[in-house]
């Protein structure tokens, strides 16, 4: 695991220089695997460091990685640029719109005693020659990545005018094989960009699937095995206390965890004497409710943002497609119809969105699409054959899902409008089912 | 020949009725670890942390290996898997006979436990393969009640697609892996 850990730190850091796409992989790596010249242009002069010895963290390349990922913005290089300021008195505005930068992000790093250092950074309109935005934070050097992301998010929010969601954290899945031949699984969580990854559970030939974060970021239900005997159940874990309890003892499994906006209840699946449909438990409670009853496979619910619907998957008109029904219960209603076969679906924020995996026949396989429940379209974003598991980022900018590179699972990150996708690539076992938390 | 084998089967019954119907895959263990923000707590193990069950790997459901050695290489008993189509979880006409075949095999030895584990491919999302694997060891479920074995006797577990037989990418593995094991 420190190895792992350690190589994840390695990669990043060649990741950093993510600009020169032709760099060698290590362990894990971001790829850039498409990317138009399209996003508002915006240069980031290096973080001038002002202490001894090296710096403890590139914050450059960490905000600059972040900005790109969105897709919203097109990071020029470093190699361009005319002049290095580090504070707007330093600015010379010109050199900026010489290179035809609408935006320029300028900072510093001081080291201000043993482990403690002042990050100052201002996020300037080359055009109007004004700062838009300047901040100031104190951290001590593990606390730093997380300030670059801090930092992501304030320039996302101001030249976009939505939140950002750098500064969050995600959930997934390992699954690697032993000598002996065990199937290992490890529920990891880690920063939004794949950094500081924490193991917290890990089992040996018990499957772990499908994390899912409370709306407070405090605890993950997903589903696993208790031992060789039992179907699947949903577990509840809370991450900083380590400790984790079976949901409920059901007649048959239950998979498929998936949170109200409120935090009380979990929708979930629960196959019981061969029907699969979907269940509604009060987290406290433990009241169990039943949502749908059909004998088709109903599964996969997801809340709408005003906890108002559950949208989820069911096979009952024979390939699977995506429902929506009530959180009263009652008649489920039809939303997908193109393509073979929709399931996955997850709101995004605004509830105006879902993102699916789809299917569009003729031998395609599974690709990871956003579809309008309004128009019924459905757009395409990624280009797999076996993508699956996406989840929103909690500002709707982005999504994560996974894909395979070869054998391998990976996990990737598309922007939500298809511009800008990458691989999380790594060399240690299968990675899958990602979940994006909604705070940190 | 024949009557060796039936000892043998005999002696593993008394290990199945004694042991339950435990499954021939490897025990499966838990360890739960907290992870603080700062990550410091992210080598230690915590209270709640659950031991899988370590089963015996020599089960029952392993060892039976009637007829091996005998002429009759069709018989149905011999075979533990049944195969499925794609997204189905209807029986093939060979299926359904391996099905009967053990059917009436347990509703002539009362008393037997086993367990039906479904799968499935890795085509279609995790959730939905597990429901799929979930209705196809149902199938062979209905089948076996219909023909006289007890409800009570028989319980079904789906593991997905999370337990591959084949790690291949193409039709000749995926059709590997759409199956129903037959354990007991």
Redesign the interface.
């Known amino acids: 695991?420190k190895g792992f850990q350690k190589a994840l730190a390695l990669l990043f850091v060649v990741a950093m220089v993510f600009i020169h796409p032709g760099s060698a992989a290590a362990a894990l790596t971001i790829e850039i695997t498409q990317g138009e010249r399209s996003g508002i242009p915006v240069a980031a002069a290096p973080f001038r460091w002002q202490g001894t010895g090296d710096p403890p963290e590139n914050l450059r390349a960490i905000v600059a990685a972040d900005l790109h990922r969105s897709g919203r913005f097109d990071l020029l290089s470093p190699a361009d640029y005319l002049s290095s300021p580090s504070e707007v008195s330093e600015v010379r505005y010109k050199d900026w719109r010489l290179i035809k930068a609408e935006a320029l992000v300028v900072g510093r790093i001081t080291e201000k005693g043993p482990d403690q250092f002042e990050v100052s950074f201002q996020l300037l309109d080359v055009y109007r020659e004004r700062v838009k935005v300047g901040l100031r934070y104190t951290a001590n050097a593990?606390q730093l990545r997380q300030v670059a992301h801090q930092i992501s998010d304030r320039i996302f929010y101001e030249m976009t005018g939505i939140k950002g969601a750098f500064d969050t954290r995600i959930a997934y899945v390992t699954m690697q094989l032993s000598d002996g031949g065990?199937?290992v699984y490890q529920l990891m969580?880690a920063d939004s960009d794949g950094h500081?990854s924490?193991?917290?559970?890990?089992?040996?030939?018990?499957?772990v699937?499908?994390p899912a974060w409370s709306p407070n970021g405090q605890r993950l239900a997903y589903?696993?095995?208790?031992?060789?005997?039992?179907?699947?159940n949903v577990w509840l874990?809370d991450?900083?206390?380590?400790?984790?309890?079976p949901v409920a003892r059901f007649d048959g499994?239950a998979?498929?965890p998936a949170w109200s906006p409120d935090g009380k209840s979990l929708a979930l699946?629960v196959?019981s004497?061969?029907n699969?449909d979907i269940y509604v438990l009060g987290v406290e409670s433990g009241e169990l409710r039943r949502l749908t009853k059909h004998p088709a496979?109903d599964?996969?619910p997801a809340w709408s943002p005003d906890g108002r619907y559950l949208v989820f998957?069911s096979?009952r008109n024979g390939?699977?497609h995506i429902y929506r029904v009530s959180r009263n219960g009652g008649k489920a209603e039809r939303l997908t119809r193109e393509g073979k076969?929709n399931?996955?679906a997850s709101y995004d924020p605004t509830g105006k969105r879902l993102v699916l995996?789809t299917n569009r026949g003729q031998g395609a396989?599974?690709q990871i699409g956003v579809f309008y429940p309004e128009s019924g379209r459905t757009d395409v974003l990624t280009d797999g054959t076996?993508d699956?598991?996406p989840t929103f980022s909690p500002n709707g900018a982005m999504i994560l899902y996974a894909t395979r590179m070869g054998?391998d699972g990976v996990l990737a990150v598309v922007s939500a409008d298809g511009r800008v996708r990458q691989v999380l690539k790594s060399t240690e076992g299968d990675v899958?089912?990602p979940a994006w938390a909604a705070s940190r | 020949m024949q009557r060796f084998w039936t000892i043998l089967l005999v002696l593993f019954l008394g290990v199945t009725l004694a042991g339950c119907?435990?499954?021939k895959?490897?025990?499966?263990?838990?360890?739960?670890?907290?992870?603080?923000?700062?990550?410091s707590?992210?080598d230690?193990?915590?209270?709640?942390s659950?031991s899988?069950?370590d089963?015996d790997d020599a089960t029952a459901g392993e060892i039976i290996i009637i007829d091996q050695n005998d002429s009759d290489v069709d018989d149905p008993l011999g075979q533990r898997v049944v195969y499925f189509d794609f997204?189905s979880s209807n029986l093939t006409p060979e299926a359904q006979r391996v099905v009967e075949a053990h059917a009436q095999y347990l509703t002539s030895n009362p008393g037997m436990a086993v367990?039906l584990e479904g799968h499935a491919d890795?085509?279609?999302?995790?959730?939905?393969n597990?429901?799929?694997g979930?209705?196809r060891s149902?199938?062979v479920?209905?089948i076996f009640q219909a023909m006289g074995v007890a409800p009570d006797a028989i319980?079904?577990?789906?593991?997905?697609e999370?337990?591959p037989i084949s790690?291949g990418?193409d039709e000749s593995a995926w059709s590997l892996n759409r199956r129903v094991e037959i354990l007991y």
């Open positions: 695991m593990a065990d199937r969580i500081n924490q193991q917290i559970l890990k089992t040996t030939n018990l499957p699937l499908s589903v696993s095995f208790s031992d060789n005997q039992s179907g699947a874990q991450i900083s206390a380590g400790t984790r309890r499994s998979s498929a699946t196959s004497r061969g699969t496979i599964t996969e998957t096979d390939r699977p076969e399931a996955g995996v396989g599974y076996l699956e598991s054998r899958r089912e | 119907a435990a499954s895959k490897k025990g499966g263990t838990v360890e739960v670890e907290d992870a603080t923000i700062d990550g707590g992210a230690v193990t915590t209270g709640a659950a899988g069950v089963s997204d367990v890795e085509r279609g999302t995790r959730e939905y597990l429901a799929l979930e209705r149902n199938a479920s209905q319980r079904t577990i789906s593991y997905g999370e337990r790690m990418q």
